[in-house]
């Protein structure tokens, strides 16, 4: 497992993160109908190669790159493959393996993840392709109802499960168990938050143990410990930062090399803010980071706008906010350099 634990350092290297790019085409739509541009296979490529030709933040801020199926494998406008433009800039591809959240039968309120079946040789294809890492998203969504003990532990083996077969593919897991924040009715406490995030932090930790999931060799993904985005109470970054570290401290080992933080329907400020401080706190087991898509795409997303005129424009907007994430893994983000730009 020497290989997957010094793949997983670097995606978690001091001053770098990982970049989500792997929206499916619906959570693209949902992206691009914030400019009003139609969704097609070209939209898509020129999109993701503003960004992935954003040389300075690639090579400086960015470590890996989660892909969908069809990025991994796609070319640009120029016929350069994405994967040669990883190469120029050393960052390490990745791939969403799931297929979806689909609803659980039995319950209510809660889903399982699938796409167990098949996915061994689908690693082993992805592995010749050059993916050093790959992603499984489990969600928990907090209602009356849920999470329930089953939702969790079905939640937590499927990952398991999935990051056992990735360790066997020579591929780095990143293991995504999301507490949901923006999902329905979204109105929790931070206080639930923490109490369910330790629950499914245990669970999961429980199924990799018995799975023989080398914990060197993974990452984790989790949600940060704030209340739902439709909850009436606030609470500051440090009661963010203070609830989320102290969580993770209970329920991860410090074998894992590192944990590269969701946004979670966070703004980017809130996001990167939080993040710093909990670096700030300091004495960590784990090099903390981030694996952000919307805070780190939406500021570029906007200024972007479809238009080819736009893209130097568009790549400074996400080289800023590459910079400021990576400042933020740093313990060493301040707002004001926010305002500044």
Same mark, same amino acid.
């Given at each position: 497992?020497?290989?997957?634990?010094?793949?997983?350092?670097?995606?978690?290297?001091?001053?770098?993160?990982?970049?989500?790019?792997?929206?499916?085409?619906?959570?693209?739509?949902?992206?691009?109908?914030?400019?009003?541009?139609?969704?097609?296979?070209?939209?898509?490529?020129?999109?993701?190669e503003m960004l992935f030709r954003s040389t300075d933040a690639m090579r400086d801020y960015i470590s890996g790159v989660i892909l969908t199926e069809e990025t991994l494998e796609q070319?640009?406008?120029?016929?350069?493959?994405?994967?040669?433009?990883?190469?120029?800039?050393?960052?390490?591809?990745?791939?969403?393996?799931? %297929?979806?959240?689909?609803?659980?039968?039995?319950?209510?309120?809660?889903?399982?993840?699938?796409?167990?079946?098949?996915?061994?040789?689908?690693?082993?294809?992805?592995?010749?392709?050059?993916?050093?890492?790959?992603?499984?998203?489990?969600?928990?969504?907090?209602?009356?109802?849920?999470?329930?003990?089953?939702?969790?532990?079905?939640?937590?083996?499927?990952?398991? %499960?999935?990051?056992?077969?990735?360790?066997?593919?020579?591929?780095?897991?990143?293991?995504?168990?999301?507490?949901?924040?923006?999902?329905?009715?979204?109105?929790?406490?931070?206080?639930?938050?923490?109490?369910?995030?330790?629950?499914?932090?245990?669970?999961?930790?429980?199924?990799?143990?018995?799975?023989?999931?080398?914990?060197?060799?993974?990452?984790?993904?989790?949600? /940060?410990?704030?209340?739902?985005?439709?909850?009436?109470?606030?609470?500051?970054?440090?009661?963010?930062?203070?609830?989320?570290?102290?969580?993770?401290?209970?329920?991860?080992?410090?074998?894992?090399?590192?944990?590269?933080?969701?946004?979670?329907?966070?703004?980017?400020?809130?996001?990167?803010?939080?993040?710093?401080? /909990?670096?700030?706190?300091?004495?960590?087991?784990?090099?903390?980071?981030?694996?952000?898509?919307?805070?780190?795409?939406?500021?570029?997303?906007?200024?972007?706008?479809?238009?080819?005129?736009?893209?130097?424009?568009?790549?400074?907007?996400?080289?800023? %906010?590459?910079?400021?994430?990576?400042?933020?893994?740093?313990?060493?983000?301040?707002?004001?350099?926010?305002?500044?730009?």
């Amino acid at each position: 497992m020497a290989s997957l634990n010094a793949i997983a350092k670097k995606l978690v290297a001091s001053g770098k993160g990982i970049l989500a790019a792997d929206e499916s085409e619906g959570t693209i739509a949902k992206r691009f109908a914030l400019i009003g541009l139609p969704v097609t296979l070209e939209t898509r490529r020129d999109y993701r190669e503003m960004l992935f030709r954003s040389t300075d933040a690639m090579r400086d801020y960015i470590s890996g790159v989660i892909l969908t199926e069809e990025t991994l494998e796609q070319k640009a406008k120029d016929g350069t493959t994405f994967r040669q433009l990883f190469e120029e800039t050393d960052v390490i591809p990745g791939i969403k393996v799931d %297929r979806g959240a689909l609803p659980m039968p039995g319950s209510k309120d809660e889903k399982i993840t699938e796409g167990l079946d098949g996915l061994r040789q689908r690693l082993a294809h992805y592995a010749k392709l050059g993916a050093g890492f790959a992603k499984w998203r489990g969600v928990i969504a907090i209602t009356s109802y849920a999470p329930s003990r089953n939702g969790i532990r079905a939640n937590a083996h499927a990952l398991a %499960r999935y990051a056992m077969y990735c360790q066997e593919a020579g591929i780095v897991p990143v293991v995504e168990p999301e507490v949901l924040a923006d999902g329905e009715p979204g109105d929790h406490s931070i206080q639930r938050c923490e109490e369910v995030t330790g629950e499914t932090l245990e669970a999961v930790f429980k199924e990799l143990r018995l799975a023989g999931v080398d914990l060197a060799g993974m990452l984790l993904k989790p949600n /940060m410990v704030t209340p739902g985005l439709r909850s009436r109470e606030r609470a500051s970054v440090e009661e963010v930062a203070k609830r989320t570290v102290e969580t993770l401290r209970h329920f991860v080992p410090a074998a894992v090399p590192g944990i590269a933080f969701l946004s979670g329907g966070q703004s980017d400020e809130e996001a990167t803010a939080h993040l710093s401080a /909990m670096n700030q706190l300091g004495g960590l087991p784990w090099a903390l980071t981030f694996s952000y898509g919307r805070a780190l795409q939406t500021s570029a997303l906007v200024t972007w706008n479809g238009e080819e005129a736009n893209v130097p424009a568009a790549q400074k907007a996400f080289t800023h %906010r590459a910079r400021m994430n990576a400042l933020a893994s740093l313990g060493q983000y301040k707002p004001e350099l926010d305002l500044a730009a």
